[in-house]
């Protein structure tokens, strides 16, 4: 199994600073054939299901505010929103689908507004 | 509208069997994956496994392999996700998703189904 770490485990931005999120592979998801990296950025909101953000590690999915970017390749990734908004709490979670033995998630990130 | 819409809430007792749905709307059902997620209670997210209705390929999660049976029916476009004895440790929410391919992100999830199991 390839085991998915985030980092830190919560925090509390301000309202139009910046919140940054960590998630670590155990090993690496970057698929050399084609250069895709195999990771997923997850939103869920208390209550609803998740919400697919980021796809190919760095692929907005449709209709996602460009506030939210996704970077990173092989084991290291992160999720940014460059300026917080209300609406942006909600738990975060990266997703690799690298390996069909197992598309894990990380444990998630908890984001608040200071 | 592409949709995934799941059965309604259970309540059951440990050692019975259960059997949820996920019904798919708006896109072609057999040609895209369907996965399955599980998230207990104040807990994150676990992937347990995926089919594809076209074939009924199915994959599982090592860690849900032999503890839930993953399958679906196209006629009707329904997956399912089901137990045949069901511990108290089963108690979650379940959520289906679409996978436009077997390897990437879970794009359209359902609304949830919650299992209670209880004594």
């Known amino acids: 199994d390839i085991v998915m770490t985030q980092s830190p485990d919560s925090l509390a931005v301000s309202l139009g600073e910046r919140a940054t999120i960590n998630c670590k592979s155990s090993?690496?998801?970057?698929?050399?054939?084609?250069?895709?990296?195999?990771l997923a950025w997850y939103q869920q909101k208390p209550g609803q299901p998740p919400k697919l953000l980021i796809y190919?590690?760095?692929t907005r999915e449709s209709g996602v505010p460009d506030r939210f970017s996704g970077s990173g390749s092989g084991t290291d990734f992160t999720l940014t929103i460059s300026s917080l908004q209300a609406e942006d709490v909600a738990v975060y979670y990266c997703?690799?689908?690298?390996?069909?033995?197992?598309?894990?998630f990380g444990p998630g990130t908890k984001v608040d507004i200071k | 509208e592409v949709q995934l819409v799941q059965s309604g809430a259970e309540v059951k007792k440990p050692g019975e069997s259960l059997k949820i749905s996920c019904k798919g709307s708006?896109?072609?059902?057999?040609?895209?994956?369907i996965g399955w997620v599980r998230q207990m209670p104040g807990k994150g997210l676990e992937w347990m496994g995926i089919i594809y209705p076209g074939d009924s390929d199915t994959r599982y999660s090592p860690s849900f392999q032999g503890q839930v049976t993953i399958s679906a029916d196209k006629s009707i476009s329904t997956a399912y996700l089901q137990w045949s004895s069901l511990k108290a440790s089963d108690t979650a929410m379940y959520y289906c998703a679409i996978q436009w391919e077997l390897r990437y992100g879970m794009d359209v999830w359902g609304q949830g189904t919650t299992v209670t199991v209880s004594s």
């Open positions: 190919w590690a760095s």
């Open positions: 997703q690799q689908y690298y390996s069909t033995s197992g598309f894990t």
């Open positions: 090993q690496s998801v970057l698929y050399s054939s084609n250069n895709k990296n195999y």
């Open positions: 708006g896109y072609s059902f057999t040609s895209y994956w």
